[in-house]
């Protein structure tokens, strides 16, 4: 099931779409009291749980939502300390540890072993890295991370968890347009879980779309990688990044994830990903006063 039909027919992810609102609008009415930091996990672990139990009950025929949720929360509690250390990423990275096994044990039922074993790896390298693009650029996180959900969507074979996930994701993309949105490290932190998982529940079926669907995470892991301290503000800013993005999870989502071949899928996203870097090396300016930037 694909195209914008089968979003307006599904459930799953009108419910996830209309929670999301509500739970984003609520983070930007929460902003003053200093609780919007946790506002953009809140709202997307929400919505897309709500969303899911709405499409297939708490425990769907693959994967455990209840053990996801447990993992997501982990994840977004270690991130939000090791944001304080003074080696966030490092310190990131086993912060992060306990809720990435509790991801990658709740994408269980016919998920392969591999497949979880991917997750776990991918949530302990992309979430320290997406912390550290949320610290640099907070209001373009989420809708690049909404780009990468609807990747997903377009990858996976079977969609019962992608489809309220993009609800999710969606809704809180538009997070973006409060100029003031502050970082948000366990929000990161969980999305990259979050999508994570869904990548392997719904791509079990096509091994190769797993691969696929885990590299239209996309610029928010690459950026930190080619630019330690980027400067990504404005308009022309957000096309570049944007445009960069698009390309990425159009490569990951619709060859790589296409192919059954895990060797093949990989072979095809780490191209497409070097080549991404590469593109964002070039058009990702540093900033030139580290004194005067933005916390």
């Known amino acids: 099931m694909s195209g914008l039909r089968a979003l307006v027919d599904d459930e799953g992810f009108r419910v996830a779409l209309g929670c ?79 809720g990435a096994l509790l991801v990658a044990a709740a994408a269980d039922g016919p998920v392969p072993d591999w497949a979880r074993g991917l997750v776990l790896v991918a949530i302990v390298v992309a979430a ?23 990747g997903v969507y377009w990858t996976v074979p079977d969609t019962e968890q992608a489809l309220p996930v993009l609800g999710a994701f969606l809704a809180v993309a538009l997070l973006a347009a409060d100029p003031a949105a502050p970082p948000s490290p366990g929000g990161a932190a969980a999305a990259v879980g979050l999508l994570s998982w869904t990548a392997a529940v719904g791509g079990y079926g096509r091994p190769g779309s797993i691969v696929g669907a885990i ?3 996309g610029v928010p892991v690459l950026v930190p990688l080619v630019r330690r301290h980027p400067r990504l503000v404005g308009t022309r800013a957000a096309l570049t ?18 192919r059954y071949s895990v060797a093949a899928a990989a072979a095809i996203s780490i191209v497409a990903l070097l080549a991404a870097g ?5 058009v990702v300016p540093r900033r030139r006063n580290r004194r005067h930037a933005p916390p």
């Open 20 to 98: 999301g609102l509500v739970l984003a609008f609520a983070t930007v009415l929460a902003r003053r009291t200093g609780l919007a930091r946790l506002g953009f996990g809140v709202a997307l672990v929400g919505a897309a749980l709500v969303g899911i139990d709405a499409a297939l009950g708490i425990e769907g025929p693959v994967g455990s939502p209840r053990l996801l949720a447990a993992g997501l929360v982990a994840l977004a509690v270690g991130t939000t300390l090791a944001a304080r250390s003074r080696w966030p990423v490092a310190a990131a990275m086993a912060a992060v540890l306990p």
């Open 278 to 282: 590469a593109v964002l090396s070039l």
């Open 215 to 217: 590299a239209c995470l």
């Open 241 to 258: 990044v944007g445009a960069v993005q698009v390309a990425t999870v159009a490569v990951a989502s619709r060859v790589a994830g296409l």
């Open 128 to 150: 320290p890295l997406t912390m550290t693009f949320d610290r640099a650029a907070p209001r373009f996180t989420a809708p690049l991370l909404a780009i990468s959900a609807a």
